[in-house]
């Protein structure tokens, strides 16, 4: 537990504006806004650490790459998805409560997918936010058609959910085992 108060310590005092707006950004109802919020938020926890180099800082004390990896996401997943159910309270409408459980749901499996892409264009691509936000932007434009039922941002089905946590364990599994792949080599 001492290793997520740490996480949660340096995650909220160098992003805690950030998340603070965002928990209120992620209120609004379309799926395209909560996916682009999410991307805002995931961005600047681990992957902007990798890219910048800080992540190994961290690792200085004893805490595992997978454990920082894992809280990183929770401390950026557990403010939207309690916005999401602030949104879903303040919901007058049956209907309205309806669509917006539907669109908690989608973001629900939508966050992990979003963290792991972050992840990965930092670790391998240096690029933190631009790379994953064209990415985004060319996944909801293709959303329209057939590939949405694959599309892990748009959440059109079961298989892309599956997909979405498919990549974040790839991305775990890559971030924490890279140093013992390169001491292999080695």
Known sequence: MKEFEFVLKKVYRQNGIRIFLMFFAFMLPTHFWKVFVELLVF???LP??????DDELSLYLPIARWQLFLYEFL???????ISGMFALALSANEDIRWFEFKEMLRSFFSMPYIYALCVFSARYLRSHFILPLIFLILDSAFCKTPWRYVSPSCQGSFISGIISLGAFALAALLYSGDRYFKEVKA
Do not use: N
């Open 48 to 53: 902007r650490d990798i890219e910048r180099g």
């Open 43 to 45: 961005s600047g926890l």
């Open 75 to 81: 401390s950026g997943a557990f403010p939207l998805l």
